[in-house]
């Protein structure tokens, strides 16, 4: 593939993601689609995967080098969006994502002093870790009424389906009745 | 009779204009009032600025990034306010986080043609002010506090918006 068709399908998948981050919360549940979506009055969260081709082309229209191109695409790329629609606050905490293998097992998820690492390896400059961290589900975040986030979540390669335990604390103080959104048959898409 | 509801309807009038003056459009939120964060970086014309040189106004300080469509969809109404409240009390500052000369050029050049922008070319001053996510856009007030943050991409242009900001330098 050129680099210029790479680029344009970057572009192409980020405006399809920036308008599912606009329109959520209009849009119709499309259960065939592989992106699950959850909504009701009081919060939407959108969970899918992303296709290495979709990162190379994002990440190689951003200028990143070879070697950060190829670490970013070994990886598996889940992607997410929560709204928060109540006054009280809801709080996204990546810490309380839970992966789960098909074996059960927890997965590993890379956090950003991972990645600093590997940036270390890869040469990646600083603008660049600076461009990939805000593609990335921030650690944590207090959502306020009517406000979204969205980006990454990056967990270790599975080859077979693995599930998500996603629990977001509520109130100010995180005492409230938590939501746990379960997302199962998430796979990582290969080349 | 009459006694006992003029203190009422009073308390009621209280309460609604209180409540009238509170609140902000959707998707601002009120923050603590610490002291903005440094920032001095140039502009796509090399020219510096200083957030100290705006002491004394109201700032818009917008945070961006070409790739991200919110970003996208919002440019023209900050267009058209930065063009609304030129020579006026509210300054009107973006910051593009963390991308070269070139590919902020062609963007602006396609999408907002008229705007002007300072160049965070390694990404750390827009970390050290912590964005919640881009867009953003912080309000800092004449005094150099923080005082508003706007989440996401606004119709700055439009109703309650529009409302908002002259009413910050009213």
């Known amino acids: 593939m050129d680099k210029d068709k790479i680029v344009k399908q970057g572009i192409f998948w980020l405006l399809v993601t920036a308008s599912t981050a606009i329109s959520h919360a209009a849009a119709p549940a499309k259960p065939d689609d592989g992106i699950s979506r959850f909504i009701d009055k009081n919060l939407t969260v959108v969970i899918g995967s992303r296709t290495p081709e979709q990162l190379a082309a994002f990440y190689i229209g951003r200028g990143f080098n070879q070697a950060s191109i190829d670490a970013?695409?070994?990886m598996c790329f889940v992607f997410g969006m929560v709204e928060n629609k109540t006054f009280d606050t809801l709080w996204l905490v990546?810490?309380?994502?839970?992966f789960y293998a098909a074996d059960g097992s927890e997965m590993k998820r890379w956090k950003?002093?991972?990645w600093q690492e590997i940036w270390q390896k890869t040469g990646l400059s600083q603008a660049h870790?600076?461009?990939?961290?805000?593609?990335q589900l921030p650690e944590s975040r207090d959502l306020?009424?009517?406000?979204?986030?969205?980006?990454?979540?990056v967990v270790e390669w599975q080859e077979k389906p693995f599930k998500l335990v996603a629990t977001l604390k509520t109130g100010a103080d995180k005492s409230g009745e938590p939501r746990i959104i379960t997302v199962e048959n998430l796979t990582c898409k290969a080349k | 009779m009459q006694s006992k509801i003029i203190p009422f309807l009073a308390s009621l009038l209280l309460l609604f204009s209180t409540q009238a003056t509170a609140e902000l459009p959707r998707g601002i939120i009120t923050v603590d009032g610490r002291d903005a964060p440094a920032l001095i970086l140039n502009d796509i014309n090399g020219e510096p600025y200083d957030i100290a040189d705006s002491r004394g106004k109201w700032v818009f300080m917008h945070f961006w990034a070409s790739w991200c469509g919110p970003c996208r969809k919002e440019m023209p109404a900050i267009q058209a306010i930065a063009s609304r409240f030129e020579d006026s009390d509210l300054a009107i500052v973006l910051v593009n986080t963390s991308e070269d000369e070139d590919t902020v050029f062609d963007f602006l050049s396609t999408v907002a043609p008229d705007m002007n922008t300072l160049l965070d070319s390694d990404g750390k001053v827009t970390e050290r002010w912590q964005p919640r996510g881009l867009p953003s856009t912080w309000f800092v007030d004449p005094q150099g506090k923080l005082r508003y943050i706007a989440l996401g991409g606004r119709p700055w242009n439009e109703g309650e918006y529009l409302g908002f900001l002259k009413g910050l330098i009213k």
């Not at chain 1, 870790?129 to 593609?135: D, E, I, L, R």
């Not at chain 1, 306020?144 to 979540?153: A, D, L």
Request: no cysteine.
């Open chain 1, 94 to 98: 990546l810490d309380d994502w839970k």
């Open chain 1, 129 to 135: 870790q600076s461009t990939f961290g805000w593609t």
């Open chain 1, 144 to 153: 306020r009424q009517y406000e979204h986030v969205g980006g990454n979540v």
């Open chain 1, 72 to 74: 970013i695409t070994k």
């Open chain 1, 112 to 114: 950003k002093d991972d």
